[in-house]
């Protein structure tokens, strides 16, 4: 019986060759800058107890709620693909006593989540972020200077993205302004969705962050957090406000943003690109004080975001992806099968010295070769034929101009070193900042 060939799932897909030179470029960028910044990596499991993401996360979101992956292992225990990461960290700082040195701690991360959302155009259910975590100080200059951090990298990718601010207060003045809310949404409650009226109960600070087009009018007539503040969340706020503004950094404060749970604390911000559709958010990020308790940790002071890779690399401008291909340097033409034995070692010479070669096995034509070489993208082609065999001299072409000339291998080898590195690599890209 024939079989159906099998696809992905939904909400997932094969990230292919050609598209991983724009994964690469935005991985390694990323890498190069969190460093400068001080950070380290970390690698968590993909695989967690699901408690660590009810209680990490909390039972209330819609994460929690109804969108993680969870499965009951064979021993009984109920595991949870991750959603987010930084319930890992904070747990994995805990668990290896990351404190004890004491002064600041700072993680990073790069790699897939698993959320089962609604997919749509720049939302995946598995999908990838880069993220950063600094563990052990309340102080607004590390807000800034992460943020400042990420603004680097996105401006080395000629991205530009929005940067949105807000203080979502603490356990001093949150809870007296959630009753203000609470109240303010009892008058209108009938025209918000169910989900807001759900919200209003359970998780009011979340009803801020409907996008429900029916719930706009209302929501954009509650009361603003930021008139609620307690003085230190206010001075808080105005300090990180300074920070940004002394690294010249523009930004909006958008009293709606939120993050919705109760460890959640002070600064939160988003940053949105107009280049993506409805699915505007590129990078997420907060204060999470009390998290670490929450967890069983000890008391911790942590601020740390998530930058969306997936949507990153959508809007990566063409021409700096195209710039980062690792184009083979030099394809191999043999015409003989004498030849194909004489090219196999050239290749391998090559190598050793650090020259991408391409060799195609069963190749055809001298014509047939050319096509492929072409189609590679290959920047230099070696014909290797009786002839050259003979005089030990072959025809090198390089194909950006057409000019072609005759080489020994020693004079191959030079000319091959002589070429920038950074060329070899990045024809035209000057953004090497
Ligand atoms: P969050 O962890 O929800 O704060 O998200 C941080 C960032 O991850 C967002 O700003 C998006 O760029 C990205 N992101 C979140 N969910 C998805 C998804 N389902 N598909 C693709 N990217 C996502």
Sequence with gaps: MEQKPLTTLPGTRDILPVEIPRWHLVEDRARQVLALYGFQEIRTPLLEATELFARGIGGDTDIVGKEMYTFTDQGGTSITLRPEVTASVVRAYTEHHMYRGGGITKLYYIGPMFRHEKKQKGRWRQFYQIGA??????????????????????????????????????????PGFIAILKEAISQDLGRFCDDCRRRAQ????????????????????????????CRECSEHFQKFQDHLREAGIRYEIVPRLVRGLDYYVRTAFEMVSGELG????????????????????????????ALGLDRLVMILPDSLAEASVDRPEVYLVYLSDEALKAAISIA????????????????????????????????????IGQDELAKERYSLKRMEDSKQWEVSLPELSQYLQSLPAAARKNPSSTNDK
């Design 133 to 174: 975590e600094v563990l052990g100080s309340d102080d607004p200059a590390v807000e800034a200077e992460v943020i400042e951090m990420i603004l680097r990298l996105l401006e080395q990718l000629q991205v530009e993205a929005r940067l949105l601010i807000n203080s979502v207060g603490d356990r001093n003045c949150r």
């Design 202 to 229: 359970t998780n009011t600070l979340r009803v801020l962050d409907c996008k429900v087009e029916s719930c706009q009018p209302y929501i954009n007539r509650l009361p603003r957090i930021t008139d609620h503040l």
């Design 278 to 305: 409805s699915q505007n958010a590129l990078v997420g990020g907060g204060r999470y004080d009390g998290l670490s308790e929450v967890l069983g940790g000890p008391p911790v002071q942590g601020f740390g975001f």
């Design 348 to 383: 391998r010479l090559l190598r050793r010295q650090g020259v991408r070669c391409h060799l195609e096995f069963g190749a055809g034509s001298l014509k047939s070769q050319m096509r492929m070489a072409n189609r590679v993208g290959a920047r230099h082609v070696l014909i």
